[in-house]
């Protein structure tokens, strides 16, 4: 059973930064597409950013470009969003996702499992 959890959301001052780790378990391989996406208050879940099986390609939502940065080590099948110059509109619950295809995607529905969310709070 693939089991996606995701660590490191908090509270943070304007400016700050934090870093959110997810785990993978039950995955056959690491020739995986992983993202996040985030959930705010009353608003649809968005594509944040996503990384392809190898690291070697990554994109990201206009919103978070130059500020956040996807990175992945697959030893440890784990994803990371380190997270600088945070604003108040970056509130919201990210989710780890997964895809079993090696491509990058942008929309939710493409991704095949998902954690169950950290909440990251930034204060202004």
């Known amino acids: 059973q693939v089991q996606l959890v995701e660590s490191g959301g908090g509270l943070v001052q304007a400016g700050g930064s934090l870093r959110l780790s997810c785990a993978a378990s039950g995955l056959t391989s690491s020739y995986y597409a992983m993202a996040w996406f985030r959930q705010a208050p009353r608003k649809q879940r968005e594509f944040v950013a996503a990384?392809?099986?190898?690291?070697?390609?990554?994109i990201y939502a206009d919103s978070v470009k130059g500020r956040f940065t996807i990175s992945r080590d697959n030893a440890r099948i784990t994803v990371s969003l380190q997270m600088d110059s945070l604003k108040p509109e970056d509130t919201a619950v990210y989710y780890c996702?997964?895809?079993?295809?090696?491509?990058?995607?942008?929309?939710?529905?493409?991704?095949?499992?998902w954690g169950q969310g950290t909440q990251v709070t930034v204060s202004s």
């Open positions: 990384i392809n099986w190898s690291g070697g390609r990554t």
């Open positions: 996702a997964a895809d079993r295809t090696t491509s990058v995607h942008t929309t939710a529905t493409n991704y095949d499992y």
